[in-house]
Every structure is written in C-alpha cells, then in structure tokens.
C-alpha cells in the first residue's frame, strides 16, 4: 500500500523569540525539519507534502523542492486546518498517511516504520504515536478504555483531575487511512475556545463511526520532544548529540568525553580515530581511520585522510592528506589541500594552496594562493604576499625548495625545483630551478651609533613632555 506523509511546519514559533522560523532552527547542524524529513524518507515514504505558513520561501529554500511538495496555509487555524491544506494534492489517493510536526527532530526512521507495521497489522483507521512521560503536563492525554483500547485524547487545559494523572500523552505523530482522514477532516468545527480546528478531532469523528484506533508507545520518549523554545531546542541539541556520538562509537571511533564532544549530524568518522572532548565536527565532515583529533579542533566541510593527527586547529572546507599533522593553532581556509606526510606548524594559516607530498610550513608562516610541491620547507615567518590591494596572484614553489625564515614571496612569482630562497630575502622575481636567491640590503654597522640614538630618542621624549 502506498505511504504518504504530511509534514506540518507552518507555525512562527513565537516562543523562540527569534527571526527564523522555527523548524529552521539547527539541532545539531542540520534544520529541525530536515531531521524530520529524513526520518520519514527512511521509512520508505517516497511522496511527502510540507505544510507551510510563516517564512513559507525560507522553508522551501531550505528543504529544496524536488523531494518533497509543498501546501500553503496562509492563515494558522490550527493542526487540522494544516493537514487539509494538503487534500489537493493527496486527498483522493490510497494509502496510509503519517502526519508529524516539523518541530519533533529527535524522531527515529525505526519509529515511523513500527508505527506503520501496528497500523496495518491492527487494520486501524488511525495510530496514535504516544509516550510515557514522568512529567505530563502541556501535553495531551491518551484516554483508554477497559479493553486499553484509545477512546481519546484530552488536551492538557481540558483534563479532569483522574486525566491529568494518566502519564501517556499524544506526541502528535500519527498514521491514517488517507481517504477516512481527509473525509473526518471535512467534518471538524472550530466550535472551541480557541476557534481553531484541530487534528485530534478526527480521533473522536473515527472512533464514533465504529473504526478502529489504536496506539503505539515508543520506546524512548525523548523521541516525543516538540521544540517551541530555546530551554526545549538545548535539550534536543543535547540528546541529538549524544545519539550521534553513540552511533560513532559503535562504529569503532574513541571518545575521551562523548557529551562534551559536538558533532553534526553529517560528519562521518573511520574506526580507530579518537576525538578528544572540545572538539567541533561540522557540516560535511569527514575523517578518516586511526586519527587523533585534539581538544578545541573545530572542522567544516573538512576531509582528512587517515592517521591524521590535529592538535588545537580550525579547518574550513579544506583537504588533509594521510598521515598529515597540523598544529597546535593552524588555520587551514577553504581551498587548502595538504598532501600525505605534511606538517602544518603552530601559528600557520594556510588558504586556497596545495601544499605536496612530504613538505613542511613548521611554525609562523601564511600561505595563500600557493602552489608548492613535494619535500619543500617553508621557514619560520616565511609568507607569500599574494594580495595587492586589488588582485590576488600565485606564487608556485617547486620540488625540494628552501625558503628561508622571515622571507617574502611577492605573487606573482616562481620558485623552482630545488631552489633555495636565503632567509630575511624579499623575493620579486622568478628563482631558477636549484638556484639560490638572496634579496636584502647589505649589513651596515655604524661604530658607537648606539649610544647616540638612545641619548638622541631621550632628548625627544623630554621636550614632548616638556
């Protein structure tokens, strides 16, 4: 039978007190929505309608268009006014429907798919996803009968005293036979204190026609967290994270201190790696077998080899070889890419270049829009001036050069193979292959003078205070 779902994500969520919408917030890297989505995709639900409202562009900007579809409900009226947004373009297919907020990024693809097998195995109109929480309240509550069959839901404000004690609640997630959910849906009212029209309605117009509704409880209820405010997004963040790292750590990768380690939900790590705790994983991240990843490494977009070790270091959008080291305190900006056996020092930051195979920038250098080949050595406040103010320009280092300390490559220039470059030099022009360039002025000490230039600044500092 054909699955669908509908995705509500049209609420501003005011009690986030932001300017983004609310199922755009990032729980670990990714929009809540997002998580949402993928969920519902891994349980083999190929046709998906998201319900926007608030910051409908944005939404769609986010999500992107080709996978799913998109229903407008320009004015909010509640739950089930949002799910009959989406009747033009399923209500009159076949087939069960899950319906889930955008805002309940903690849910399992393995929960959607158990919620859809007791749904078809039961022959229910409607499942109730449900949780059972120690602490209730805000919720709606499951209402069974003596046979523990679901009669209703009470919303939390409407709960008698005996309803306000039953610890299971409604997480808002359900399956329904697609025709009877949009039928029951014509007929609910806003004939309530709020004059919206709400999705549990259609629990009471179903169970009143003799159909069948049943329940699922899952087995974690953090699962059932809906996120409204910033104290509810910290702890999906914070239980998000925990569930990442767990699935690293089955996978083979060491962490010192797994809750203080923060990994997006991306990243992918090879086995034997240790992650020390401080370190941020981000975006499109990706690390290789047997790497040591140090306290305060912060990565994005990154791809690392294996055996890499990174100490202290921020790498963006950046390629490292295996067996690379790099660091403490390296910057590694977009468009780096380190060959294998590289050493990147402390202090050194390095942007769109390609360093080669086996050569070193140890310690207090920049590299920018360089090109430098195998076995080269870059010495201590060496840099490459690639910037004029106006331009950009390379500068290409060839194989086995020497560039000695506090040297200056003016771009654009060319250093070839086996040069070497004397410390202290300011180089403007091309080097030849396996020559050696010396660009300073000559040393001139001047006997005495010392003395004199100290007595001369003292005189100056005493007539300006004067």
């Given at each position: ?185 014509a007929r609910v009212t806003n004939s309530n204190a709020q004059g919206e029209y709400y999705l549990t309605d259609v ?89 040591w990843i140090g306290p305060q490494t912060e990565l994005t977009d990154t791809i690392v080899g294996n055996g890499v ?92 050069a020497f560039i000695g300390s506090n040297s200056n490559l003016i771009a654009p220039v060319k250093i070839g193979d ?49």
């Amino acid at each position: 039978m054909k699955k669908l779902a509908i995705v509500l994500a049209a609420g501003q969520g005011k009690r986030m007190k932001s300017k983004l919408y609310k199922v755009l917030h990032p729980v670990c890297g990714k929009p809540m929505v997002e998580h949402v989505l993928d969920a519902v995709r891994g349980a083999d639900i190929r046709r998906s309608v998201v319900i926007v409202g608030h910051g409908a562009e944005a939404v769609k900007e986010a999500i992107g268009g080709e996978a799913v579809e998109f229903a407008l409900q320009a004015e909010q009226l509640g739950t089930g006014h949002a799910v009959m947004q989406a009747k033009a373009l399923i209500g009159d297919e076949d087939g069960i429907t899950v319906v889930i907020c955008g805002d309940t990024p903690l849910v399992r693809t393995e929960t959607i798919e158990a919620m859809l097998a007791v749904h078809g195995s039961q022959g229910a109109a409607a499942t109730i996803l449900t949780a059972e929480l120690d602490n209730p309240a805000g919720y709606g509550r499951i209402v069974r009968g003596a046979d523990a069959g679901v009669l209703k839901i009470v919303e939390h404000k409407d709960c008698s005293t005996e309803e306000a004690a039953i610890r299971e609640i409604n997480t808002g997630t359900y399956c329904f036979d697609n025709r009877k959910l949009f039928d029951a849906l014509a007929r609910v009212t806003n004939s309530n204190a709020q004059g919206e029209y709400y999705l549990t309605d259609v629990i009471g117009i179903l169970k009143g026609e003799g159909e069948k509704i049943v329940a699922h409880i899952v087995e974690d209820p953090a699962e059932s967290i809906g996120v409204n405010d910033r104290i509810a997004l910290g702890e999906a963040e914070r239980l998000m994270r925990l569930r990442i790292n767990a699935g690293h750590q089955v996978n083979g990768v060491t962490f010192i201190d797994a809750a203080n380690t923060y990994i997006e939900a991306e990243v992918k790590i090879g086995s034997d790696t240790v992650v020390y705790p401080g370190a941020v994983l981000k975006g499109r991240t990706e690390i290789g077998a047997d790497c040591w990843i140090g306290p305060q490494t912060e990565l994005t977009d990154t791809i690392v080899g294996n055996g890499v070790t990174i100490r202290q270091s921020v790498a963006e959008g950046a390629v490292i070889g295996d067996e690379s080291t790099v660091g403490p305190f390296a910057y590694l900006r977009p468009g780096t890419k380190l060959g294998q056996h590289v050493k990147v020092g402390d202090f050194v930051e390095i942007k769109n270049s390609a360093i080669g195979d086996h050569s070193k920038v140890p310690h207090l250098s920049y590299v920018g829009d360089a090109v430098v080949g195998s076995k080269v050595n870059i010495g201590c406040g060496a840099i490459t001036a690639n910037y004029d103010g106006h331009n950009k320009s390379k500068t290409v280092i060839g194989d086995n050069a020497f560039i000695g300390s506090n040297s200056n490559l003016i771009a654009p220039v060319k250093i070839g193979d086996g040069a070497y470059v004397v410390a202290g030099s300011t180089i403007t022009h091309d080097v030849p292959d396996n020559d050696l360039a010396i660009a300073r002025e000559r040393q001139v000490n001047k006997p005495g003078y010392a003395d004199k230039f100290r007595a001369r600044a003292r005189a100056k500092k005493e007539r300006e205070t004067e």
